[in-house]
């Protein structure tokens, strides 16, 4: 569970983010571990919605439209990046425990979410 997490943001977000889009979370804002599992769990929430959207399209969608959809993943996995750099060493969510942030539960939800969405398309 932990390893999957920090995979995730360390490797893949939101009171502590603002509540805009996912691209538009103000990274050095984040001050703890929990912030930055609260990063990543607006980050996936965006990316499983794009998901979503990508399956009903189906496959005879017309590529303007698939192209709209990987159009938007673009910030949101740059977004990604900034916030697995920012969330090292003191910041990292190896160290939380469930009961610390209420967000991991979230994450792992998502995250299960996720496995399915990517199962379908």
Wanted: aromatic share 2%.
């Amino acid at each position: 569970m932990r390893k999957e997490l920090c995979v995730f943001v360390l490797g893949a977000i939101l009171s502590s983010c603002g509540g805009g889009s996912a691209a538009d979370i103000d990274v050095k804002s984040i001050d703890s571990a929990c912030g930055c599992v609260k990063a990543a769990v607006k980050i996936m929430q965006e990316q499983n919605d794009l998901a979503k959207d990508m399956i009903a399209l189906g496959e005879d969608a017309p590529e303007e439209e698939k192209q709209k959809i990987e159009d938007a993943f673009t910030p949101l996995k740059e977004k990604q990046k900034e916030i697995e750099r920012h969330c090292r060493r003191d910041l990292s969510p190896r160290k939380l425990q469930e009961d610390e942030c209420a967000a991991i539960k979230k994450y792992e939800d998502l995250e299960d979410e996720q496995k399915e969405l990517r199962r379908k398309m």
